[in-house]
């Protein structure tokens, strides 16, 4: 019964990411698009519900094969996350090159969702996308969270830090804009195309030495972070709306269940950390939402939120957590790291589930392979591609509920 509830909490969580309603309720009074981009995980279904709205008109969608599907009226690019790939090169050259014939008092629609960044790679002058590709992997597994990592992206692109308006002027360009990013800094989502970038180049300089990537990063990518930086000219303006995000789904779970607690603050930070401020949370039903950053010292399978449930099974047995309880962590993208599950549900009989078929979960999280562990004892949240995207939910239940 605890994980029939768990799921139910997560599930109106997801439901508040509807991507193509938020779409639809912003779009009343908007100008009449002459082009439509649709970027991110999130981008099929805001597509849909734009040409819903409007009727025929250009559109091209860049989405991970999870979610692209076709869609009548428009052109859907898959292209490949968390790592870009050479179809997602191939869909941001066709995007600029498509910006480029923009006429003064043209408009472009732009539909921004998480995913964005790694979906759509347009590396700057001397950086190729393989230089690009390895920056991600270094990223990735350096605990740096999304947002320092989108800065560095920032640096490397045309497309990124508002790369997609300058590319559009003369047009003027709105964007409807589904938040991933805990805190819902735009410039951070996506790595804002149609924002002002976070920072610098000496500033994402930092951010890679003090996570011990500089080193490892190419040659060429070193390069252009160290040359002196040319002064940009101002940014053209550009119409940004928020139209959902990570918060909204939590007090939609918290809608759901009148009685539970929602903490102030996000689950953010290393995974550690974070299984420790859950496993602090009294009786009753605790939600929360974030998005925590794991630091790979292993080679094993598994993604963040897998990672957290298994730490916090781990933690409620040295804690002599009293039965019954229930723990459900999940990606609102239905994708945890490099697996097919979006995340795990565990419970007060999951360690013994793991042992009894040979598994030692201690060793196993100690190289980062909670998802085998995982998959044992029957606890992997799976959803396929949800079609939205606005970071991570979690459902803590100690006791009956």
């Known amino acids: ?16 990411a509807d991507p193509a309603r938020a779409v639809a309720q ?12 649709a970027i991110g995980k999130a981008a099929t279904a805001m597509a849909r519900a734009a040409l819903q709205h409007f009727g025929p008109t250009e559109t091209l969608v860049v989405t991970n094969d999870e979610n692209a599907t ?6 859907v690019l898959a292209s490949s996350h968390p790592v870009p790939d050479a179809r997602g090169a191939a869909a941001a050259a066709r995007i600029l090159d498509r910006l480029a014939h923009m006429q003064p008092g043209q408009h472009v629609l732009a539909l921004i969702s998480g995913g964005g960044s790694a979906l759509l790679p347009a590396p700057v002058a001397g950086v190729t996308l393989e230089d690009k590709a ?35 002027a003369p047009a003027q360009v709105t964007a409807l804009i589904l938040s991933d990013v805990i805190g819902d800094d735009l410039r951070a989502i996506a790595s804002g195309p149609t924002v002002s970038p976070l920072g610098t180049r000496s500033e994402a300089q930092a951010i890679l030495k003090a996570h011990h990537v500089w080193d490892a990063l190419p040659a060429s990518v070193r390069a252009h972070l160290t040359a002196p ?47 420790q401020r859950v496993a602090a949370s009294g009786p009753g039903i605790t939600l929360f939402g974030g998005e925590t950053t794991v630091v790979l010292k292993g080679r094993g399978l598994g993604g963040r939120n897998q990672e957290l449930a298994l730490r916090l099974a781990l933690l409620a047995e040295a804690q002599n957590w009293p039965a019954p309880w229930v723990f459900l962590s999940g990606g ?3 994708r945890d790291g490099p697996t097919e599950a979006a995340g795990a549900i565990v419970d007060h009989g999951s ?8 598994i030692d979960p201690v060793a196993r999280l ?4 909670s998802n085998p562990c995982l998959a044992a004892s029957d606890d992997l949240l799976m959803t396929g591609g949800t079609g939205t995207n606005v970071a991570d939910l979690q459902v803590l239940i100690k006791g009956q509920p």
């Not at 076709?70 to 052109?75: D, Q």
């Not at 560095?152 to 997609?164: D, E």
């Open 1 to 16: 019964m605890l994980r029939a509830e768990s799921t139910r909490l997560f599930h109106a969580g997801l439901a508040a």
């Open 134 to 168: 390895a920056v991600n992997r270094l990223l990735l597994g350096s605990g740096a969270e999304i947002t320092q990592m989108n800065l560095v992206r920032q640096q490397l692109s045309r497309l990124k830090g508002g790369g997609l308006v300058r590319a559009a």
């Open 26 to 37: 912003a779009l009343p009074g908007l100008r009449h698009p002459d082009l439509i981009l």
């Open 229 to 275: 930086e040319t002064p940009l000219p101002p940014m053209p303006p550009a119409t940004n709306l928020l139209i959902g995000s990570n918060r909204k789904s939590v007090l939609a779970m918290a809608a759901a269940a009148p009685t539970a607690h929602v903490p102030d603050a996000p689950l953010i930070g290393d995974v550690a950390d974070a299984a």
């Open 366 to 369: 100690s190289q980062n392979d």
């Open 332 to 334: 609102t993208d239905g």
């Open 70 to 75: 076709p869609l009548e009226g428009a052109t």
């Open 351 to 358: 360690l013994a589930r793991m042992r009894a078929k040979g």
